[in-house]
């Protein structure tokens, strides 16, 4: 049989007891003995009695109205009147409850009615054993009988229904009966003896006192039963408030932590946003934002990688190369910012499609790159590089309708045990560039430690500069100019020279860069300048013939640049009170046409001091014909290196043909310079040039000498020692088409 059918069949079994059970009592029931009592007595029990239910605080039971009054019944009216009193309290009970809304099945109904009859039955029958009839209880006088009785009744009516209760629900539940029956219905036996115990005490009162005094013993029993439910519905109020605020702290915890939980999520994306940000600043701190190519800070991180790298891997090697851009100042000065951006940028793409993906090519600043060659087989790899990447720049660059072409000085450093620190390696690889632009610019160049030992001799030099201009170690040497044909005395170039306390005289070729790159060269020019008037002019004063002699000073590219040149040539020529027609300014040809349009204008407003211009070593500096004769310039000077040349074939001769044509048609003196031997002087003296500057006239003179030179000149004149004149020069071929040397 299965579960559900023994289910079945138990509850048909009690359901077919109580109604037996019933109308076995309602035939037996005493209707004889049914007064208004048992009247008032069903009324109250089937009507209210379920109603008034006293809680026992702290425990889960209730004391009902309804066992009291239903063993009240038993005892004053027998086990039938209370057998059906109590089923049709139960009935009506369920009933009740059913109109409420609780969902209670029929049968259920039902069986809670048969319950309470076959329990109440079995109690009368307990009963009936040992006190026949049932009605005599009440009157037992002996007390312990009384509570014997009163005892077996409430124990029969407990253990009766609460078995059949407990019997439901584990059936139900499937759970043991045992262990239903204790945890359910264990704490109801109170509610049994509590109700026998009650309705003992009624009967017993009942008996020895009037109706009218039961009804004042009723009405202060009411007013006592309200008073316990008004003190306990206070003690529910108060546990209810407790129960309130505690759900209410609970709700207060809960938002308090769904309000932490909100606030580390805002704390979570904060700290996102804030690492975002970071990284953002990262790809703006580490990179050139305008080539987007990481900067100088992120390639030094790359490269202590490989430097550590190499330290423990002998086999890998790392190169860098470091790149500058020859005349990108220019370009950039004369097209505008703009264009020298875009520029820039093409420059990168161009030097990134020449590496491979894992090298790095970085942008320093200005038009210096660096490239990081990461884990090469040999240094030939750095040079095919170098190579290509001179190649990819010979394409022309071209930019809002303008091209122009762009060549790269490259030096290149390998890795080495000895680099400890990325600084060390850049600075070799500067070193190699810097070499690269000495030895001819668009090149490349490889570190090694004579480098390294020049560039310290290098550093010396520019130490020991600094404090020769503070110690004034420079003198002036003056170098006399000829007329070519008569090798007469036209005037004098001023050159500097250094007395080096430890090495002794230091050729100019030597110091003079040095001071340009260091901006020396503009006290140091400004120095020349004024010692050299204020020598000539002394000479002016003391020999006559000085006064037509021309004085020549180099003028170097940086002094151009400086905007108070003018006004220092200004206050030289007034301080000194040298005649300023007297005095030629000499700008080497490449630094005028570094910047042409800038020069023209500089060029002028020397000019217009009154003193003459004149372009040094002309010929090697690249003039456009265009410029050149919107040049305010007196004289052209000829680069010693054509006129030395001048017997090894035509075409030096030829270019010396050429200058000295030129000079004419714009109406310009030529100085031929460097002519040391006869041959030269009688060639440019066939050529037409006019003056000439040579060892074989002079080499350049002291102070001291310059006066015997004079004093020698004029005694040569006045003894009337004719000066070795030479033939009249060849007719000159003038060239009238423009050309670009
Ligand atoms: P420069 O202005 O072209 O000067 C002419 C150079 O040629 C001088 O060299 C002179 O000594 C040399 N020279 C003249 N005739 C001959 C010759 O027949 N044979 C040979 N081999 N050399 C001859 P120096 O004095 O060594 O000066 C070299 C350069 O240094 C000058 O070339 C000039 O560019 C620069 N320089 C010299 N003094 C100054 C100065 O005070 N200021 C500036 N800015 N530059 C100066
Ligand atoms: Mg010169
Ligand atoms: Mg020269």
């Not at 004289?635 to 030129?662: A, H, P, Y």
């Amino acid at each position: 049989m299965t579960q559900k059918r023994r289910i079945e069949w138990i509850h048909w079994l009690v359901l077919g007891a109580g109604a037996a059970i019933c109308l076995y009592s309602l035939l037996r029931f005493p209707i004889d003995k049914t007064d208004w009592r048992f009247l008032i007595l069903a009324f109250v029990l089937i009507g209210f009695s379920a109603r008034l239910t006293i809680q026992v605080p702290q425990v889960k039971a209730h004391i009902s109205f309804s066992d009291t009054l239903t063993f009240l019944a038993l005892l004053l009216y027998g086990g039938d009147a209370a057998i059906l009193l109590a089923a049709t309290e139960a009935l009506c009970s369920s009933l009740r409850f059913r109109r409420q809304g609780v969902a209670i099945k029929a049968r259920t109904i039902l069986l809670n009615t048969a319950v309470m009859a076959c329990s109440t039955f079995l109690t009368a029958t307990i009963l009936r054993l040992k006190f026949s009839p049932i009605t005599t209880i009440p009157s037992i006088s002996h007390w312990p009988t009384l509570f014997l009785a009163l005892g077996i009744m409430a124990l029969s009516q407990f253990l009766a229904n609460s078995g059949l209760v407990a019997l439901f629900t584990a059936l139900k539940t499937g759970e043991a009966f045992w262990l239903t029956w204790r945890k359910h219905c264990l704490w109801s036996s109170l509610t049994y003896f509590s109700g026998a115990a009650a309705a003992g005490v009624l009967v017993r009162v009942g008996g020895v006192i009037n109706f009218s005094t039961m009804l004042v013993t009723g009405v202060i029993v009411a007013i006592v039963y309200f008073t316990y439910r008004r003190y306990i519905e206070d003690i529910k109020q108060s546990a209810r408030q407790a129960e309130q605020a505690e759900r209410e702290r609970a709700e207060q915890a809960e938002r308090h932590i769904v309000e932490l939980s909100q606030s580390i999520e805002e704390q979570k994306r904060i700290s996102q946003a804030l690492k975002e940000s970071k990284d953002r600043f990262r790809h703006a701190a580490l990179h050139d934002a305008l080539t987007n190519l990481p900067n100088r800070v992120l390639f030094t991180e790359y490269l202590q990688k490989a430097i550590a790298r190499a330290k423990r891997d002998e086999e890998f090697i790392f190169a860098v190369l470091f790149l500058d851009f020859d005349r990108f100042k220019y370009v950039n000065d004369s097209l505008g910012h703009t264009f020298g951006d875009q520029l820039l940028i093409e420059i990168s793409n161009r030097l990134r499609s020449c590496v491979r993906q894992v090298d790095t090519v970085a942008r320093f600043g200005g038009d210096e790159f660096a490239i990081l060659l990461d884990g090469i087989n040999s240094s030939t790899l750095a040079i095919h590089l170098a190579e290509r990447i001179q190649q990819a720049m010979t394409a022309p660059f071209c930019i809002d309708g303008h091209e122009t072409f762009m060549t790269t000085s490259v030096g290149i450093s390998l890795s080495t045990a000895e680099y400890e620190e990325p600084e060390e390696v850049l600075r070799d690889a500067d070193i190699a560039m810097y070499r690269a632009k000495e030895g001819g610019k668009a090149r490349h160049e490889i570190f090694d430690k004579a480098m390294h030992a020049q560039t310290l001799l290098r550093l010396n030099l520019e130490n020991d500069l600094r404090r020769a201009v503070e110690r004034r170690e420079f003198y002036l040497v003056y170098q006399p100019i000829v007329h070519v044909n008569s090798g007469k005395l036209y005037g004098f170039e001023a050159l500097v020279r250094w007395r080096h306390p430890d090495r002794g005289i230091v050729p100019p070729l030597e110091f003079i860069p040095v001071a340009e790159e260091t901006g020396l060269i503009v006290p140091l020019g400004q120095w020349v300048l004024e010692e050299a008037c204020r020598q000539v002019r002394d000479w002016q004063s003391d020999f006559p013939e000085f006064r037509t002699l021309t004085l020549s000073v180099n003028l170097s590219g940086r002094q151009l640049n400086d905007p108070k040149l003018i006004q220092k040539v200004k206050d030289i020529l007034f301080e000194t009170g040298f005649d300023p027609s007297r005095l030629k300014l000499e700008i080497t040809e490449s630094v005028v046409m570094e910047n042409a349009e800038v020069s023209a204008v500089l060029l002028k407003q020397l000019r217009a001091l009154g003193l003459q211009l004149s372009i040094d070593d002309f010929g090697t500096g690249y003039s456009s014909l265009s410029y050149l004769h919107r040049f305010p310039v007196t004289t052209l000077k000829i680069d010693r290196s054509f006129v030395s040349r001048m017997g090894q074939g035509d075409e030096n001769l030829e270019i010396v043909r050429t200058i000295v044509t030129l000079a004419k048609n714009l109406n310009m003196d030529v100085v031929a310079e460097g002519i040391e031997t006869q041959e030269q002087r009688a060639q440019l003296h066939a050529l037409g040039c006019q003056y000439g500057q040579g060892y074989m006239f002079a080499k350049p003179l002291d102070a001291a000498d310059v006066e015997v030179y004079v004093e020698n000149e004029r005694q040569l004149a006045t003894n009337g020692t004719p000066t070795p004149h030479l033939p009249p020069p060849q007719e000159i071929e003038i060239i009238k088409s423009s050309m670009v040397m």
